[in-house]
């Protein structure tokens, strides 16, 4: 059986939904193939089930690529007030958490119903469970699948990265890439927790649960955010962030008290001793963690010159990683589809006339806290306007 359209996009997430959207709006005939038995599927767990479904303070300096200025057209052209509205026009509620970070206040169902029924208005055709074999072009693309072959002038690779396997992800979008001629950026997992190693985790690992406020440093960039310490090593916001810059090998700084010094309460205490440093903890540091942070930190002595690298270690506490989590705990992938390929206002390839990439499969790689939904929403509308 063949079908026929005047685009086709490969992947029901976010980008290639809204994609779909932007398309069919303008009269385009629009066919959706999508692997998994049903759409949005990282939707429906993102934001703990909530959708964070963008972040009202998106800027260009929120987003990681090789060419840091290839997100500004796509971003500026479809804004977070422009998502937003379209939440509004389907009456669902949502709220702003922390840092301009919104979600609904019920389910992330809501979202991938709202994008469905978007869809239908816009006349677009989704296919489940459509595994795609092969994609060849001649004077028109064509795919072909278990069950049948589609024809279009025009496909969008929408099939997202590497993370969450378990959620169906594949290379596919990356192998198609390099069949029609394209460079990849190199992948690796991002917004993903470290494991930590050898005495760091001996001494950490069973205060799973305990958390701080600290600022988290690599390669020239910092969050000042949560940490949160796992059974396997580090997590929270702030490492989650730090790890889309750090690179394998490298040390990660970590200052346990911003804005706050340490080394005076100390100076203060009737007795300079451990019993006068944990004191200097108190509100800063969880208990348990303050004691065993000392345990492997404190100074030698506790004469003044001791005491002023004691507060330098406080500030720049490092330690080399052993690594991440890996794709299976990654919110994203870093890397991806150069962008150098593409044209930054339209998605389209500048090799393959008709073939166009958006979302997490491009080398644009957005902070934690809904950029990414927000780059998948800005880089569907972009493809979708231009097909």
């Not at 970070?101 to 019920?106: A, E, P, V, W």
């Not at 979202?111 to 074999?133: K, P, S, Y």
């Not at 997590?235 to 962030?241: D, F, M, T, V």
């Amino acid at each position: 059986m063949i079908h026929r359209f005047d685009a086709l996009i490969l992947g029901a997430g976010a980008a290639g939904l809204l994609c779909a959207i932007e398309a069919g709006k303008r009269g385009r005939r629009v066919g959706v193939l999508e692997h998994a038995d049903r759409i949005g599927k990282k939707i429906l767990i993102s934001g703990g089930g909530r959708c964070n479904f963008t972040n009202l303070h998106c800027r260009p300096e929120n987003f990681i690529s090789e060419n840091e200025h290839f997100a500004k057209s796509a971003l500026s052209r479809y804004t977070p007030a422009d998502f937003i509205a379209l939440v509004e026009k389907h009456h669902i509620a949502y709220h702003e958490k922390t840092l301009g970070q919104l979600f609904c206040d019920r389910s992330a169902q809501l979202i991938t119903d709202m994008l469905e029924a978007e869809c239908r208005t816009a006349g677009v055709q989704i296919f489940l469970n459509c595994n795609v074999h092969e994609v060849q072009r001649t004077t028109e693309f064509i795919i072909r699948t278990e069950a049948a072959e589609f024809q279009a002038p025009a496909v969008v690779v929408a099939t997202g990265g590497l993370s969450i396997p378990k959620m169906g992800a594949t290379a596919f979008g990356y192998d198609l890439a390099r069949q029609f001629g394209l460079n990849i950026v190199a992948t690796k997992p991002g917004l993903v927790p470290f494991l930590l190693g050898g005495k760091d985790f001996k001494m950490y690992s069973d205060l799973a649960g305990v958390s701080a406020e600290v600022i988290a440093s690599a390669n020239q960039h910092a969050f000042r955010e949560k940490m949160l310490i796992t059974h396997r090593g580090l997590s929270g916001p702030a490492i989650l962030q730090i790890s889309s810059y750090w690179e394998k090998g490298q040390p990660i700084q970590i200052d346990l008290a911003p804005d706050r010094e340490i080394a005076p309460a100390i100076r203060a205490a009737k007795v300079r001793n451990l019993i006068a440093a944990r004191s200097a903890f108190l509100g800063i540091l969880p208990k348990r963690f303050a004691d065993r942070w000392l345990e492997a930190n404190k100074p030698a002595s506790w004469t003044n010159e001791a005491l002023t690298e004691f507060e330098k270690r406080v500030h720049d506490w490092r330690l080399i990683p052993a690594g991440t989590e890996g794709y299976e705990k990654a919110e994203v992938t870093a890397g991806g589809v150069d962008t150098k390929e593409l044209s930054s206002k339209s998605m389209e390839s500048k090799k393959i006339r008709g073939l166009f990439f958006i979302g997490e499969v491009v080398d644009v790689t957005g902070h934690l806290g809904g950029f990414n939904f927000q780059w998948a929403w800005a880089s569907g509308a972009a493809a979708g306007r231009a097909l």
